[in-house]
């Protein structure tokens, strides 16, 4: 997908923009419980064209003598990642050295790059504006921060210059799955490990997506698509430590498969950027596997695999119906299992009930405890179906949908899966009007 980054000094006003776009949609992990950290990418649209924003600001520390370290990041992670690059500068404090600098950094990028002038709130402010052209730029567009006017402009642009792609997938129809997690959690060693297995029928296609690679594995009966980034395989190391790396990668990846295998340090145990992976894998609605590596590193006696496991649910909150694994990738150590697992959930995900059964099994469950009544209206559970969709959803007709509430809701979904058995799987159910 198409990733636009807003790049610029501190407090030049990115997060105002990025915060724009984003209301449009609602940001990937936003309101994922238990996810703390700001929010700095997400999802958005325009035209009916949808793309990523990222906000590379978001570890800004405030103040401009960060810049050899952390703009020099941000610019070079707008330059790895990003389809388009918008260029924000400030007319209150005018051109800066630190801009000229991260524009002679991003000119040489080679992208479609975007001037845009923030602060730009009346008509005197326009002459001033007039002052970047120093950059030798021809054009710049200018955004009012007050009355949020000019955005428009700038996106029809952004979203017009994006490449057209003719990508046909080679792989269509099969299976993918995606190994994500944080940086040195042991997805290139599993990676490799199960490339290893069987060397011969690996088929590596390059370029797919932007330096996504998927490989074809072939193996015990199982025949899947590995899907990961170049930078997987041949690691980048100036920049495995910023973290925006990897949550740009894993964000590529897990939009771009079925199933996602979330790694864990076992060392370590589950970290916030662990619950950010998950909550994307699950507003994406892909079928989920955590898979605990490093096991061969810790001291285990009779509980150990059990406490490990109560504590990552406990973490996870509701949707806790999510095979969790316990591996070493080093050693090899039920990395099979791990397939064979994500290749379940695979199918559980791509499963469909006949509507004849659906209703058949739902129906008696909510005769015999229907949603509470409200001032005395009762809601009456008519017919349901799952709809067409690449991960289960479904649709309960009813009277009163409205009178359906978040407990209930759970509740059908849980029956879904008591029933149905969709394991690793995020569900969707709703209510609507007969
Ligand atoms: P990535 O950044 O997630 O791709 O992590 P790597 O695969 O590069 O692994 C990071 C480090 O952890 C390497 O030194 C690996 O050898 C080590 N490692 C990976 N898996 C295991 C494991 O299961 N057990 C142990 N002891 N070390 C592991």
């Known amino acids: ?9 501190p407090n030049v006003g990115k997060s105002t923009l990025f915060n724009r776009l984003l209301e449009r949609r609602e940001a990937i992990v936003d309101s994922t419980a238990g996810v703390t950290r700001d929010r700095h990418y997400g999802k958005s649209d325009w035209n009916g064209v949808d793309f990523t924003v990222i906000d590379t600001g978001g570890y800004d520390v405030g103040t401009e003598d960060i810049f050899e370290e952390e703009i020099r990041k941000q610019v070079q992670l707008a330059i790895d990642e990003a389809t388009s690059i918008i260029f924000m500068v400030n007319v209150e404090e005018g051109l800066t050295d ?4 991260i524009y002679n950094l991003l000119r040489k990028a080679n992208k479609p790059l975007y001037l845009v002038v923030n602060k730009v709130d009346s008509a005197k402010e326009e002459l001033p504006a007039t002052e970047f052209y120093q950059l030798g730029i021809e054009k710049y567009y200018t955004l009012s921060s007050a009355t949020g006017s000019g955005t428009g402009d700038l996106l029809d642009d952004v979203v017009n210059d994006f490449p057209t792609t003719d990508y046909k997938d080679p792989f269509e129809g099969l299976p993918k799955i995606t190994i994500a997690g944080r940086p040195n959690v042991g997805k290139s060693t599993l990676t490799n490990a199960l490339l290893d297995v069987e060397r011969n029928i690996v088929t590596d296609i390059a370029g797919t997506t932007r330096d996504s690679i998927q490989t074809l594995y072939n193996k015990f009966g199982h025949e899947f698509v590995l899907v990961d980034t170049a930078g997987m395989r041949k690691k980048n190391k100036v920049s495995e430590d910023l973290e925006f790396y990897s949550v740009m990668r894993s964000i590529r990846s897990i ?9 864990v340090d076992a060392t370590l145990g589950w970290e916030s950027q662990d619950m950010n992976i998950f909550g994307l894998a699950q507003k994406n609605r892909k079928g989920i596997v955590i898979v605990v590596n490093k096991w061969d590193l810790v001291e285990k006696d009779t509980n150990t695999t059990r406490d490990f496991e109560a504590a990552i649910k406990s973490k ?4 806790t119906d999510i095979p969790i694994l316990f591996v070493s990738a080093l050693t090899k150590q039920r990395i099979l299992k791990a397939v064979e697992v994500a290749m379940e959930v695979y199918n559980d995900r791509a499963k469909k009930i006949k509507t004849s059964k659906l209703n058949e099994v739902m129906l008696p469950v909510f005769e015999a405890l229907p949603p509470p009544a409200i001032k005395g209206k009762y809601v009456k559970i008519k017919y349901c179906v799952q709809l067409p969709t690449p991960s289960p959803q479904f649709v309960f007709f009813c009277n009163l949908p409205q009178y359906v509430k ?8 849980n ?8 394991t ?3 569900i969707e159910v709703y209510f609507r009007q007969k």
């Open 316 to 319: 996870i909150g509701q949707f």
């Open 406 to 413: 978040e407990p209930y809701k759970r509740f059908t979904e």
């Open 1 to 9: 997908s198409n990733i636009v980054a807003i790049v610029g000094r």
């Open 424 to 426: 690793g799987v995020p």
């Open 255 to 263: 939009e771009f498969s079925d199933v996602v295998i979330i790694m």
């Open 415 to 422: 029956q879904l899966r008591k029933h149905f058995g969709f």
């Open 98 to 101: 630190t801009d000229h600098e």
